[in-house]
């Protein structure tokens, strides 16, 4: 007779250095869902057993803890990695190995072309990007802006390339263009000359200490205009350091925490239970995915050939969709480059929020 067992599930993430404020949130949501899981009796009698790595943001690391979870640990799948850098290093040793990477907090473009066994539940920018644009422009009747962007790392430059895009599109002139690169903290250069181009608003592709320094030196400077900001925007990192001056941004998100939602309002109230803090949507994002994969592996008989029941998970999750702390989801194919086969991106509308009192707060167009 079959025994319970355990499956292992890998868990690679930044938990120490920058990225850890979105890497530790993660941790947190991954660990809440599979706690849930095991409470109602696990997969089909089996426990689910994170296996948690810390990759601590760096691509050399994401490489070297992938082979640790593939190869020694053995694990099913892994979630992860925190940044799109790490992913677009890790992720190839998960594809070669035809082991499921499933991102949860992986915007760039690019990343399901890696290859037909990487999976995220996080929205591409290039999904969010566009709305977020025109409701900051409808509200404050934006007519040309300033861009400012990190050109040193694939999710920040990517954001860049998908609102330079937005702004052809929604034919928002740009008054000037400014980069900075990893380890900056002084951007009165780049905001001296962006004041000079007197923009409506600041396009913001950078992660949020940056973002948040970005915003307290403008308004040193008498920059007071609105800034518009992207993924990395999400994260209360944004106002331990800007505190109010950044009231007035528009960032979109695929969580919103007063979403009415029955998914949801359980998630938040099982989120600040278990952790005595309010969730990010970064928490939400690795929640639902621990929910995805279990709904995937409720359909899979797990046969104790690794190599099997890995695929058995790759063919399953395509199908999944459900209603969770972000609200309805499924997967589509990701369109690939070159015919080569490509894996699968989430298909999900964002929500919108115009920063107000140091909060994020969900805009209604008003």
């Not at 999976?119 to 644009?133: I, K, Q």
């Not at 040193?152 to 954001?159: I, R």
């Not at 609105?226 to 001056?245: D, H």
């Not at 359980?266 to 621990?290: C, H, I, L, S």
Request: glycine share 10%; charged share 20%.
């Amino acid at each position: 007779a079959a025994l319970a067992a355990d499956i292992k599930i890998g868990i690679a993430e930044a938990l120490s250095g920058p990225a850890a404020q979105y890497g530790v949130p993660i941790r947190n949501g991954f660990e809440l869902a599979a706690g849930e899981i095991n409470a109602k009796g696990g997969i089909n009698g089996n426990t689910l057993q994170l296996v948690v790595e810390d990759e601590q943001g760096k691509k050399e690391e994401a490489i070297n803890v992938f082979k640790k979870l593939i190869f020694q640990d053995k694990v099913l799948m892994i979630f992860g990695p925190t940044l799109s850098n790490s992913m677009f290093a890790g992720g190839p040793v998960a594809n070669a190995a035809k082991v499921v990477a499933f991102g949860t907090s992986n915007t760039a473009n690019g990343i399901t072309d890696i290859g037909p066994y990487i999976f995220r539940n996080s929205v591409m920018e290039s999904d969010v990007l566009p709305v977020t644009v025109s409701s900051a422009v409808k509200h404050y009747h934006i007519k040309k802006v300033a861009v400012i962007y990190g050109n040193d790392d694939a999710f920040t430059k990517s954001g860049y390339d998908v609102f330079k895009k937005v702004l052809e599109d929604q034919k928002i002139p740009v008054t000037t263009t400014e980069t900075y690169v990893k380890g900056d903290v002084d951007f009165k250069a780049q905001l001296t000359k962006i004041k000079a181009g007197a923009p409506d608003a600041i396009v913001c592709s950078c992660l949020a200490e940056e973002a948040a320094n970005i915003i307290v030196q403008a308004r040193g400077l008498g920059l007071t205009v609105p800034f518009i900001g992207g993924n990395g925007f999400n994260s209360p990192k944004l106002f331990e350091v800007s505190k109010l001056a950044g009231d007035g941004t528009f960032v979109g998100s695929p969580w919103a925490n007063s979403n009415p939602a029955p998914a949801n309002q359980r998630f938040v109230a099982a989120y600040k239970q278990k952790y005595g803090t309010e969730p990010n949507q970064f928490a939400a994002q690795a929640y639902d995915a621990m929910n995805i994969a279990a709904a995937a592996l409720q359909t899979v008989k797990i046969s104790g050939n690794l190599e099997a029941d890995r695929q058995a998970l790759r063919d399953a999750l395509p199908k999944v969709s459900i209603d969770g702390a972000t609200g309805p989801f499924k997967f589509r194919p990701a369109a690939g480059k070159d015919g080569k086969p490509a894996g699968y991106d989430a298909e999900q509308k964002p929500f919108i929020y115009l920063i107000q009192g140091g909060k994020f707060t969900l805009y209604t167009g008003k």
